[in-house]
C-alpha cells in the first residue's frame, strides 16, 4: 500500500518560552488529490499548522513528511529547494505593494532562478510568458502592468493564486485565503483554488472560518481545538453537536458564506 503524500505525526508547536501551545501532538495524513480543509477558531493553531508544513515556523517536536521526505529534517538549503514544490497563499496577500502585478507574479520563480538575475528583474522569456497565461487565467491580464496596490482586495489574491501557479506546485497551502474578503469575492477565489485542485492536480491544504465555505470546497475537513485535532472527515459529517464541540457552545451555526 503507497505512503500518503502528506504525514503530519505527532506535532507539537510551543511558543514565548512554553506558556503558548499552539499545536500539540497533532497527527493526520493527506492523500495525493485532496481538498482538505482545516476549521477552528482564530487561535485554534490553523496558521500555524500550515507554517509548520513548509517550515516557515519551525516546529518543536513531532514530524512532517512530504513523498515520503522528511521536510522536519532538511536543512535550510534543501528545505528552499523542496518548497519549489509548495505554494503559498496568504491572508494578507503579502506583494510587493508598489510593484507592478507582473514583478509580483513572478517572484513565484524565485527559487528556480539565479539570486542576483532575479534582484535586477531578468527573468527568462519563458517565465514572463508563463506569467501572462497565469495571469489570464486568473482573469487579470490586463492588470500586469498596474501597480498592485491599485488593486482591490479580491485582486490582489488573485495576483497570489497567480504567483502561487508560477511554482507549478503540487502542494498548494492557503492561509486563510478569504478572511479579508466579502462573500461573493470570496468564492470567486476560492473557485480558482477548487480549479486548481481538480484540473492541475494539486494537493489543496486551505484553513478557512466559515464552515459552509469549507462544506461548499473541501473533499474532507479536519477541525482544531486548543491545537488539537477534534474532527477528521467528510464535510457531511458535521453536524450540530460537533459543530458545537468544535466551536463552542455558545456558537451559532450562522451560515453567510
Do not use: W
Not at 513565484?108 to 519563458?126: E, H, I, M, V
Not at 503540487?170 to 476560492?190: G, Q, R, Y
Not at 494537493?203 to 474532527?231: E, P
Amino acid at each position: 500500500m503507497a505512503e500518503p503524500y502528506l504525514v503530519v505525526e505527532n506535532l507539537t508547536k510551543v511558543y514565548e518560552r512554553g506558556q503558548v501551545v499552539a499545536l500539540k501532538d497533532l497527527s493526520f495524513t493527506v492523500e495525493k488529490g485532496e481538498f482538505l480543509v482545516v476549521i477552528g477558531l482564530s487561535g485554534s493553531g490553523k496558521s500555524t499548522l500550515l507554517r509548520c508544513i513548509n517550515r516557515l515556523i519551525e516546529p518543536t517536536a513531532g514530524r512532517i513528511f512530504l513523498s515520503g521526505v522528511e521536510l522536519t529534517k532538511l536543512s535550510p538549503r534543501a528545505m528552499r529547494h523542496m518548497r519549489r514544490k509548495i505554494g503559498m497563499i496568504f491572508q494578507q496577500f503579502n506583494l510587493i505593494k508598489r510593484a507592478t502585478v507582473m514583478t509580483n507574479v513572478l517572484t513565484g520563480r524565485l527559487g528556480y532562478n539565479p539570486t542576483l538575475l532575479t534582484l535586477l528583474g531578468r527573468f527568462p522569456k519563458r517565465d514572463r510568458e508563463l506569467a501572462l497565461k497565469n495571469l489570464e487565467r486568473v482573469g487579470l491580464s490586463e492588470k500586469a502592468y498596474v501597480r498592485a496596490d491599485e488593486l482591490s482586495g479580491g485582486q490582489q489574491q488573485r495576483v497570489g493564486i497567480a504567483r502561487a501557479l508560477m511554482q507549478e506546485p503540487e502542494l498548494l497551502l492557503a492561509d486563510e485565503p478569504v478572511s479579508a474578503l466579502d462573500p461573493a469575492t470570496s468564492h470567486s477565489v476560492m473557485q480558482y483554488l477548487e480549479q486548481m485542485n481538480k484540473e492541475d492536480g494539486v494537493t489543496v491544504l486551505a484553513s478557512l472560518h466559515f464552515l459552509s465555505l469549507a462544506r461548499r470546497y473541501g473533499t474532507r475537513i479536519i477541525a482544531l481545538k486548543d491545537g488539537q485535532l477534534v474532527f477528521d472527515g467528510p464535510p457531511e459529517a458535521i453536524d450540530e453537536v460537533k459543530f458545537k464541540e468544535i466551536y463552542g457552545e455558545e456558537a451559532e451555526e450562522v451560515e453567510v458564506r
